[in-house]
């Protein structure tokens, strides 16, 4: 068996009986490196001048605070990752500056293949469909919406097949199924008058037929967000269920509670959006840290966005909810078999999980990584962190 994992950004291949081989990303390392050269020859124009230069212009001044600003490059982010159409290929996107790029890596010869790379474009999910031999996106958007995109193998768009007011992530090929996928939407309200973004809807799973252009909502419950699915072999289908997040007016205790926090509450949230979407779009939050970003604080060490929530790392082992997970307990692994109506958990602090060629599921809680067989939980590694798991 072998399998990828993502922890704290970094991807490794695992191989049953063999110790785990870190993957790094050439293009990423030559861009750092010519940062730090350019970094080096230009240094004088960012140093403050010193006591004997009164009455002189600081690099900063003359340059602009950008430049006294903009420190060295944060580290490269793997973000997703899917098998390709041979052994021994992969597909993943990587985070590297202020760009996303989608990159094919052979194993066999160690070689990167850089597809595209551009700026300002989120991905929220990956999937390869073998039988096409094509590449599916979730692709963002700048008004808070996204869709999924299709690419052909070298990293050429041939199209969009989802669109509306909603976010579309996570696809997931359908084996057995050529031209058919699975992926979770949420549904996006905005203000009636200005039209930015007011709330989320909860998260459902829709099957996709490429063909006909036929969409079917398949898990669905207003309770619930479903996040992450994959399709078995035998038609089943599995998915990450979590309780859906109320509204504000929804989770506060009395009516005068409401009407007291109320403002506050709105404030926040406001703020919360518009921020995120400066970071992801401009590079830079409208809160101010005090002083010049420092590398470290593009990403925060003490939050991790998984699957469109946001983790406080601090509550791992202080929530009884979290149990020394990266999840909390509510967060779980559910089967849907064929003809049924209710679905079954088989695994709780579930944070990502993929499905072998038998459907058996290989899940994480964010450290220890984990297969289901027959009912028994065989531990295959650990790591901090861990985001996602790959199944070759």
């Known amino acids: 068996m072998q399998w990828l994992s993502i922890a704290g950004g970094e991807l490794q291949w695992h191989r049953a009986g063999q110790a785990p081989l870190g993957i790094e990303s050439r293009f990423a390392r030559e861009l750092i490196e010519r940062d730090a050269a350019s970094r080096r020859t230009t240094s004088w124009k960012h140093a403050e001048r010193d006591e004997s230069g009164r009455g002189m212009l600081s690099g900063a001044q003359l340059w602009g605070h950008r430049g006294a600003a903009s420190g060295a490059l944060a580290p490269p982010r793997f973000l997703y990752a899917c098998a390709g159409g041979e052994p021994g290929v992969v597909y993943y996107i990587l985070a590297v500056a202020s760009s996303v790029g989608l990159f094919r890596y052979h194993f066999d010869e160690q070689r990167e293949v850089r597809l595209f790379h551009r700026s300002d474009a989120p991905v929220l999910g990956m999937t390869y469909d073998g ?5 599916i996106l979730a692709s963002a958007h ?3 919406t996204a869709h999924l995109d299709v690419y052909d193998e070298d990293g050429n768009l041939q199209g969009s097949v989802t669109g509306g007011d909603c976010i579309d992530a ?9 031209n058919a996928l699975v992926y979770q939407s949420t549904g996006v309200a905005r203000h009636p008058q200005h039209g930015h973004v007011v709330a989320l809807g909860h998260s459902v799973i829709n099957r ?8 079917d909502t398949v898990l669905e419950d207003p309770a619930y967000d479903f996040v992450a699915p994959r399709a078995g072999r035998d038609g089943s289908l599995y998915a990450i269920r979590r309780p859906a997040e109320k509204p504000a007016h929804e989770q506060a205790g009395t009516a005068l509670k409401d009407t007291v926090l109320m403002p506050f509450r709105l404030g926040k949230a ?3 959006y518009l921020n995120f979407f400066s970071q992801i779009y401009g590079k830079e939050p409208l809160r101010s840290a005090g002083g010049p970003r420092a590398p470290e604080l593009d990403q925060d060490l003490g939050q991790l966005w998984l699957h469109g929530r946001l983790i406080e790392l601090n509550k791992i082992k202080t929530d009884a909810q979290h149990a020394g997970a990266l999840v909390p307990g509510l967060w779980e692994l559910i089967q849907l078999p064929p003809h049924q109506r209710t679905p079954r958990v088989l695994a709780s602090h579930v944070a990502g999980f993929d499905l072998r060629a038998d459907d058996t599921p290989v899940f994480t809680n964010g450290y220890d990584i984990t297969a289901l067989e027959d009912g028994r939980r065989v531990k295959l590694a650990r790591r901090e962190l861990v985001e996602s798991v790959v199944v070759l």
């Open 208 to 215: 996709l037929n490429f063909v006909t252009g036929d969409i």
């Open 270 to 272: 406001v703020f919360g």
């Open 142 to 144: 700048p008004d808070g």
């Open 131 to 135: 039988d096409a031999r094509r590449l």
């Open 170 to 178: 996570a696809p997931s090929r359908i084996w057995g199924l050529p």
